[in-house]
Each structure stands twice: as C-alpha cells, then as structure tokens.
Antibody, heavy 123, light 110 residues
Framework: QVQLQESGPGLVKPSQTLSLTCSVSGDSISSGNYYWSWVRQPAGKGLEWIGR???????NYNPSLRGRVSMSLNTSKSQFSLKLTSVTAADTAIYYC???????????????WGQGTLVTVSS | QSALTQPASVSGSPGQSITISCTGT?????????VSWYQQYPGKAPTIIIY???KRPSGVSTRFSGSKSGNTASLTISGLQAEDEADYHC??????????FGGGTRLTVL
C-alpha cells in the first residue's frame, strides 16, 4: 500500500505560482508501478484531474490547464511535484496527490490518495 | 474535454436500492471500459469502489455494482445502509491519456 502526503503553502497570491509536493512511501517512485497524479476539488464541487507523470518522464495534463501546469519527479527524495502558474481565485481547491494503476499503459483507476491540502488563492 | 454528467443528489431509504448515472460521450464512456467510481466522505479523500465498469476491489461490499450502456455508466447500491451516505464520483478514460471526472453525486440515506 502506497502512502502519500501533500505539502506546500496554503495561501497563494493571484498571478503567482502554486507549488505542491507529494511525499511517497510504501513503494519506490521509480518502480514503474504507477502513474503519479494530481487531482483537485473546489469546495462543494466535483473532482478535477490535473495531470500525471511517470518515471519515464512522460507527462499528460488536463487540456483545460495546459500551458499553466507542470509536474516532475524527484526520485532521490521519493517525491513528485505540481506547479500551476498564473493562479486565480478559480484555482482555490483541495489538492490531492494520487497514484493511478495502469493497464497496458492506459490509466486504469486511482488507487491511493493523499489526505489532500487546501490551497487558497487570495491577496 | 467536458466533465461527465451526474445527478447532483439522490436519496433512498435504508434497505432500498439506488442508481447513480454518469453520462459521457462516445469519446470516453462510449468507447472505453475504463470507468471507475469513488466514494468520498466529508473531509476525506475519495476511495475506489468500482473499476473497469463493474469490478470491485477487494474489501468493497458486494452491495456496490457497476454497469455501462452506450455513453452512460451506472453505479447501483443495493440494501442501502446509513454508512453509504457520502459523495460518489465517476471517472472515465477519455483517450489521449486524459481522464475525466463527473461532477459528483451526494447520496442521502433517509
């Protein structure tokens, strides 16, 4: 069982960059067993997939966020990270890191989740 | 890629069965069987209850079942219990390595 823990600033000013880190335990981030992903949830709303990254270096992002989002892995620290630029109030949400099990390279389902971290965009 | 469509809320009495629909397009649910469902209690992270349309992970109650017809997937909960009161989210693979969620459904057990 993989354990995930998000960390990062809870308050970000408009137009600045949101940066979050997810610490991984229970499996090696280099194992190739999972896609490493971020999902967010505005208060009272549904989940939104942000994107995913893989040990190969490949990344895929939600088209609605493309151009503002980037993800990376830090294998030495067993962490993966999210950066979202030019944030607005609409980016205020609980941000979850999660693993995606794959089947034949296709993202199959989200099977491990962090507890989530609230990020508020406000001046 | 547009979000999948779920009813905002459903309700049922203990012992009854309820079904939550999740409507997509031929580009996601209509083409792929990679539909999953997640249960989320207030203040908690989601947990998976159904994957690949109708498969249950180990430990998930057999009262939860999934199905798909055309562009619509469904989650059925039979023998409703108070502990089933939660939010339910559907998710589908949409091709091009993209994933899309529904807007979530609040289940109230009366």
């Amino acid at each position: 069982q993989v354990q995930l823990q998000e960390s990062g600033p809870g308050l970000v000013k408009p137009s600045q960059t949101l940066s979050l880190t997810c610490s991984v335990s229970g499996d090696s981030i280099s194992s190739g067993n999972y896609y490493w992903s971020w999902v967010r949830q505005p208060a009272g709303k549904g989940l939104e997939w942000i994107g995913r990254t893989y040990i190969s270096g490949s990344t895929n992002y939600n088209p609605s966020l493309r151009g503002r989002v980037s993800m990376s892995l830090n294998t030495s620290k067993s962490q993966f990270s999210l950066k979202l630029t030019s944030v607005t109030a609409a980016d205020t949400a609980i941000y979850y890191c999660a693993t995606i099990t794959m089947l034949g390279g296709v993202p199959y389902y989200f099977d491990n989740w962090g507890q989530g971290t609230l990020v508020t965009v406000s001046s | 890629q547009s979000a999948l469509t779920q009813p905002a809320s459903v309700s049922g009495s203990p012992g009854q069965s309820i079904t939550i629909s999740c409507t997509g397009t031929r580009d996601d649910i209509g083409t792929y069987n990679f539909v999953s469902w997640y249960q989320q209690y207030p203040g908690k992270a989601p947990t998976i209850i159904i994957y690949e349309v109708d498969k249950r992970p180990s430990g998930v109650s057999t009262r939860f079942s999934g199905s798909k017809s055309g562009n619509t997937a469904s989650l059925t909960i039979s023998g409703l219990q108070a502990e089933d009161e939660a939010d339910y989210h559907c998710c589908s693979y949409g091709g091009g390595s993209a994933l899309v969620f529904g807007g979530g459904t609040r289940l109230t057990v009366l």
